[in-house]
């Protein structure tokens, strides 16, 4: 089945700074890649998704990059606020068979003022 | 987006009981997920509950203790079985429509098994 890994574990930024997180998948069959956001005590967010037919995808300060080669993808967020600190999580699926996600382990961003 | 509820939110529980979730949707949805959060841990998958027949289940959780009904499309409930306190997590329901891989998800449910 379908393994997803994520990096890094944790990530501290000063505010206005970039984040980068990235993660790798094992299951060529994969072609949906969505970003989630999860608060402390509320559910995941979906906060920006990519299809393996397209490369990247930007949503204002938020950006994502995939490599199908490589079979990795990462989420950039851009001049961060303190309001972005969350666990992120990055998830595989395919539109055939199974269909469920496959998370990542999840990334804890905290944005220093 | 579906708007997607759940009851109870949260739960307290003795071991040895069991616990039913239940997860409503505003809308006919294709596919409604089943996971399980443990404290500070991703989400994993427990099954996929399908309309009108059985719960289709990931490796590691089975039927007996994880019994899933769906009904209809837009109604699925989880049952925790003989809780014990390594049962204590959150559970989530997540749904996706036809034609679509986004997928939604509820609330959660907070369970602590003492």
């Known amino acids: 089945g379908e393994n997803v890994e994520q990096h890094p574990s944790t990530l501290s930024v000063q505010e206005g700074d970039s984040a980068v997180i990235k993660c790798t998948y094992s299951?060529?069959?994969?072609?949906?890649f969505p970003w989630y956001k999860q608060e402390l005590g509320k559910r995941p967010q979906l906060i920006i998704d990519?299809?393996?037919?397209?490369g990247e995808k930007k949503d204002q300060r938020i950006a994502v990059t995939l490599n199908k080669t490589a079979k990795h993808f990462s989420l950039h967020i851009t001049e961060t606020q303190p309001e972005d600190s969350a666990v992120y999580f990055c998830?595989?699926?395919?539109?055939?068979?199974?269909?469920?996600?496959?998370f990542g382990s999840g990334t804890r961003l905290q944005v220093q003022p | 987006s579906a708007v997607i509820s759940q009851k109870p939110s949260r739960d307290i529980c003795q071991r040895g009981t069991s616990l039913t979730i239940q997860c409503q949707v505003d809308?006919?949805?294709?596919?409604m997920f089943w996971y399980r959060q443990q404290p500070g841990q991703s989400l994993t998958l427990i099954a996929t509950?399908?309309?009108?027949?059985?719960?289709?289940?990931e490796s590691g959780f089975v039927i007996d203790k994880f019994p899933i009904s769906r009904p209809n499309l837009t109604f699925s409930t989880l049952t925790v079985s003989n809780m014990s306190p390594e049962d204590s997590s959150i559970y989530l329901c997540?749904?996706?429509?036809?034609?679509?891989?986004?997928?939604?998800f509820g609330p959660g449910t907070r369970l602590l098994v003492l």
């Open positions: 997540s749904v996706q429509t036809s034609g679509e891989e986004t997928q939604y």
């Open positions: 990519i299809r393996s037919n397209v």
């Open positions: 509950a399908n309309q009108g027949s059985e719960a289709t289940y």
């Open positions: 299951d060529s069959a994969s072609n949906y």
């Open positions: 998830a595989a699926s395919s539109n055939t068979g199974r269909r469920a996600l496959t």
């Open positions: 809308s006919q949805v294709t596919m």
